[in-house]
Each structure stands twice: as structure tokens, then as C-alpha cells.
């Protein structure tokens, strides 16, 4: 490093302002005239502008061949203009699942259906997994790999190196026409946080796709059970994290993953299988858009609608559990509200009052119920709410079983529940 510098090979070559005697040596030692400022030599400058018109040539050829396309291969060449000018084809949401008659699954399972439903009418998707595609669905069924004279695929096996994956995805996004996503454990979102950043800083529409997002993950224990993640995730500013409770939210998630060009999401996936809820009962899937919204209103011992005493938030996997806990909540004279909660990037961005609307100041017996660290969590139960949370590394066992051994359990959610009133 610092080549020709007094101090090159050194790691002051890269941390010091080398001065202006040490700047005279330098050119001394390239050969340079050491009194001329701001000088590059001729030889340097020419190779720069050759570089320059050969860059030209090469990118008025490419855009003639690109007009060529579009004005000669139809709908082909339609759409190729819309991509490159990062518009979702008109009408794809028709192509979103309904999710009518939906039976129990994981999250990761309902997101691999979407993928597959979209992915005619949205071209321009193409993504894969760090070598993990059959776990965390997202393989495109109707489309072969993407390989070397094999650029049609839309499946793209990244290897078993996140970061590699994370860096791709990016580049990626940033040359446009395409809206990349890839797949691994939640726990793995380490290996390419660098890459997550600074997708997050530089405003590029990737998607992460993380599956396996807490304690429910099972026997392969706490080496692979996400904890702190979901946290570290939503300390990256402009990143979406989005974790969904049910099929219905997870369909939503993905809509507002594409519809969000400037700016990348993260997606939180569970292992197993979630509750369902019943959206003709209960709040649309919709609110998720807004990032915390009304799931379950309060009632009374007669089911009528009543003002909240008691708020449950959750996320996810959880959701589920807060909706069980509901029941009982209500039917014995305690009237609660459930508030699915699946992305504060985006709760936090709505007006002071939306917000209330969904979180009365005047509420002050909140419960967050959330299968990873507590950290975050004040800001919206406050200092007289608490939270059922996994301040500690999970453990070796199925999934249901080490749920239980945390409290996730309605008998728990109902006992903190009733401390707070």
C-alpha cells in the first residue's frame, strides 16, 4: 500500500496525511516533476481518455442494439423498456395469491408461493439462496437455472457464501432492470450485513429473503436459532424488516417489497407452521402497509365491542399466540386489543396520529410478545408495558417444545397480561 510513498507497506501509508515534503518524494520516486501540483503526467491522461472513447464506442453500440430490440421484438421489447426503466409491468398485482381457502403453513412456504405466482407477470424478478433454495423457497418453478450461455434462467445458485450473495444482489439492483432476491437462514444475516448496509445506503431495491426467524427453528439448536437478529436488522436505517404472521401478510409483504424501489427489505420467514387467521373475521392484511395496524378489537365478557384495557402487540409466529390469548383475555372481563406489528420501519413513518390511533396514549398495560431479544421494544409499551420476549440463546429441541420452555404459551401471555391491570 502507498507505493512509491516514504511509508509504503506500512499502515500509515493508509492512515496519515503524508505532507508536503513526503508528497515531493513521492514524485521523486515515481519519476515525476516533484513541483508541479495537481499534474498527471501525459502519458497517464492519455490512456484515461482512450479509456473514455472506447467506454463511448461500447455504449452507443449497446444502445443500439437495445432500440433494435425494442422497436423489433413486440411485447419482448415493451417490456424491456418498461425494466429499464424500473416499471412493474401494469396490472401485476392481479397476479397476488387470494390466499381464499389457505391452510396452516410457515411463512417461508406461503413467500414461495407468491414468488411463484408473481413471477410471470413480473419479469424482472430473478433471485435464489445461498445454497439453501429447497428451505427457504425461493426457487421460480417455470424457469431454468441461471448459468454461463444460460441467461434465460431466473434460479440463481449463489454457493454457500451470503456476503458474495448479498454484494451480487446489490450490483445487481444498481445497474437496474432486474428486482434480485436472495434466500438464507435469518441466522446467517450476519455473514452479509456488510452487503445489507450499504444496500441500505445506497438506496438499491434488494430483497432478503431470511427463513428459519426464531426459536421455532428446533433441534439444530442454538447455533442456528435467531435471536438478536431481528433487532440488528431494524437498527439498519432505510432497511425494511418485515415479518409476517400469516399467509395474508406475507403476500402483502411482497407486494410492498416490489413496490418499494428505493430502498431494500428484508423479509423474516418462519420454519414452522403459523396460525391462521381469519381475515373476513378480522382486520385486512392490508394495514401491514402502515406497519402496525388494528388485528383484533377489544370485547366484552359479551362480545361486544369495548375500549381496550389491555394492548397485545406481536409480530409474526406470535400473532397467533396473541390472538389465543385474546380469547380468554376478553371472556373473562379484561377487553383486549391485538395489534400485529410486522414492520417498524414503516409503523414509524405514519402520522402522530395513526399512531395513537392504534396505540392510545391513555393505554398504558401493553404487551409485546416477539420470539427474539427485547431490545427495541420500549418505544412502544412504554414504561408501564412489558414484553414476552428471548433475552437469551435458544436450545436444542423441536420447535414446540422450546417455545414452552420460554413462556410462549397462552397460560403465560394471559398471567404477565394481567399483572399490568
Given at each position: 500500500?502507498?507505493?512509491?510513498?516514504?511509508?509504503?507497506?506500512?499502515?500509515?501509508?493508509?492512515?496519515?496525511?503524508?505532507?508536503?515534503?513526503?508528497?515531493?518524494?513521492?514524485?521523486?520516486?515515481?519519476?515525476?516533476?516533484?513541483?508541479?501540483?495537481?499534474?498527471?503526467?501525459?502519458?497517464?491522461?492519455?490512456?484515461?481518455?482512450?479509456?473514455?472513447?472506447?467506454?463511448?464506442?461500447?455504449?452507443?453500440?449497446?444502445?443500439?442494439?437495445?432500440?433494435?430490440?425494442?422497436?423489433?421484438?413486440?411485447?419482448?421489447?415493451?417490456?424491456?423498456?418498461?425494466?429499464?426503466?424500473?416499471?412493474?409491468?401494469?396490472?401485476?398485482?392481479?397476479?397476488?395469491?387470494?390466499?381464499?381457502?389457505?391452510?396452516?403453513?410457515?411463512?417461508?412456504?406461503?413467500?414461495?408461493?407468491?414468488?411463484?405466482?408473481?413471477?410471470?407477470?413480473?419479469?424482472?424478478?430473478?433471485?435464489?439462496?445461498?445454497?439453501?433454495?429447497?428451505?427457504?423457497?425461493?426457487?421460480?418453478?417455470?424457469?431454468?437455472?441461471?448459468?454461463?450461455?444460460?441467461?434465460?434462467?431466473?434460479?440463481?445458485?449463489?454457493?454457500?457464501?451470503?456476503?458474495?450473495?448479498?454484494?451480487?444482489?446489490?450490483?445487481?439492483?444498481?445497474?437496474?432492470?432486474?428486482?434480485?432476491?436472495?434466500?438464507?437462514?435469518?441466522?446467517?444475516?450476519?455473514?452479509?450485513?456488510?452487503?445489507?448496509?450499504?444496500?441500505?445506503?445506497?438506496?438499491?431495491?434488494?430483497?432478503?429473503?431470511?427463513?428459519?426467524?426464531?426459536?421455532?427453528?428446533?433441534?439444530?439448536?442454538?447455533?442456528?436459532?435467531?435471536?438478536?437478529?431481528?433487532?440488528?436488522?431494524?437498527?439498519?436505517?432505510?432497511?425494511?424488516?418485515?415479518?409476517p404472521c400469516d399467509a395474508h401478510e406475507t403476500r402483502e409483504a411482497w407486494?410492498?417489497?416490489?413496490?418499494?424501489?428505493?430502498?431494500?427489505?428484508?423479509?423474516?420467514?418462519?420454519?414452522?407452521?403459523?396460525?391462521?387467521?381469519?381475515?373476513?373475521?378480522?382486520?385486512?392484511?392490508?394495514?401491514?402497509?402502515?406497519?402496525?395496524?388494528?388485528?383484533?378489537?377489544?370485547e366484552s365478557k359479551t362480545g361486544k365491542a369495548s375500549a381496550p384495557k389491555l394492548i397485545l402487540i406481536a409480530t409474526?409466529?406470535?400473532?397467533?399466540?396473541?390472538?389465543?390469548?385474546?380469547?380468554?383475555?376478553?371472556?373473562?372481563?379484561?377487553?383486549?386489543?391485538?395489534?400485529?406489528?410486522?414492520?417498524?420501519?414503516?409503523?414509524?413513518?405514519?402520522?402522530?396520529?395513526?399512531?395513537?390511533?392504534?396505540?392510545?396514549?391513555?393505554?398504558?398495560?401493553?404487551?409485546?410478545?416477539?420470539?427474539?431479544?427485547?431490545?427495541?421494544?420500549?418505544?412502544?409499551?412504554?414504561?408501564?408495558?412489558?414484553?414476552?420476549?428471548?433475552?437469551?440463546?435458544?436450545?436444542?429441541?423441536?420447535?414446540?417444545?422450546?417455545?414452552?420452555?420460554?413462556?410462549?404459551?397462552?397460560?403465560?401471555?394471559?398471567?404477565?397480561?394481567?399483572?399490568?391491570?
Open positions: 500500500i502507498g507505493f512509491g510513498m516514504p511509508k509504503q507497506g506500512t499502515s500509515k501509508a493508509h492512515s496519515d496525511a503524508p505532507g508536503e515534503e513526503a508528497v515531493r518524494e513521492t514524485k521523486r520516486n515515481l519519476g515525476w516533476d516533484e513541483n508541479k501540483h495537481f499534474y498527471v503526467p501525459r502519458e497517464a491522461s492519455a490512456r484515461f481518455r482512450e479509456a473514455i472513447k472506447r467506454g463511448a464506442r461500447l455504449e452507443k453500440d449497446w444502445e443500439a442494439l437495445v432500440v433494435k430490440y425494442e422497436k423489433t421484438r413486440g411485447d419482448l421489447g415493451k417490456t424491456l423498456q418498461e425494466t429499464r426503466k424500473n416499471k412493474l409491468p401494469a396490472g401485476w398485482e392481479k397476479s397476488l395469491p387470494a390466499f381464499t381457502d389457505v391452510e396452516a403453513k410457515a411463512t417461508r412456504a406461503y413467500s414461495g408461493e407468491v414468488i411463484n405466482a408473481i413471477a410471470d407477470a413480473v419479469p424482472q424478478l430473478i433471485g435464489g439462496s445461498a445454497d439453501l433454495a429447497p428451505s427457504n423457497n425461493t426457487t421460480i418453478k417455470n424457469s431454468p437455472d441461471f448459468a454461463a450461455g444460460k441467461y434465460d434462467g431466473r434460479n440463481i445458485h449463489f454457493g454457500i457464501r451470503e456476503h458474495a450473495m448479498g454484494a451480487t444482489m446489490n450490483g445487481m439492483s444498481l445497474y437496474g432492470s432486474v428486482i434480485p432476491f436472495g434466500g438464507t437462514f435469518q441466522t446467517f444475516s450476519d455473514y452479509m450485513r456488510p452487503a445489507i448496509r450499504l444496500a441500505a445506503l445506497s438506496g438499491v431495491q434488494t430483497i432478503f429473503v431470511f427463513t428459519h426467524d426464531s426459536i421455532g427453528l428446533g433441534e439444530d439448536g442454538p447455533t442456528h436459532q435467531s435471536v438478536e437478529h431481528l433487532a440488528a436488522l431494524r437498527a439498519i436505517p432505510k432497511l425494511a424488516v418485515i415479518r407486494r410492498a417489497a416490489l413496490e418499494r424501489d428505493n430502498a431494500p427489505t428484508a423479509f423474516a420467514f418462519s420454519r414452522q407452521k403459523v396460525a391462521l387467521v381469519d381475515r373476513k373475521k378480522f382486520a385486512d392484511a392490508k394495514g401491514l402497509h402502515k406497519g402496525a395496524y388494528i388485528l383484533a378489537e377489544a409474526g409466529s406470535e400473532v397467533g399466540l396473541a390472538m389465543q390469548a385474546r380469547e380468554q383475555l376478553n371472556s373473562s372481563g379484561t377487553p383486549t386489543r391485538v395489534v400485529s406489528m410486522p414492520c417498524w420501519e414503516f409503523f414509524d413513518s405514519q402520522s402522530a396520529k395513526y399512531k395513537e390511533s392504534v396505540l392510545p396514549s391513555n393505554v398504558k398495560a401493553r404487551l409485546a410478545i416477539e420470539a427474539g431479544v427485547s431490545l427495541g421494544w420500549a418505544k412502544y409499551v412504554g414504561l408501564e408495558g412489558d414484553t414476552l420476549t428471548v433475552d437469551r440463546f435458544g436450545a436444542s429441541a423441536p420447535g414446540d417444545d422450546v417455545f414452552k420452555e420460554f413462556g410462549f404459551t397462552v397460560e403465560n401471555v394471559v398471567k404477565k397480561a394481567k399483572k399490568m391491570i
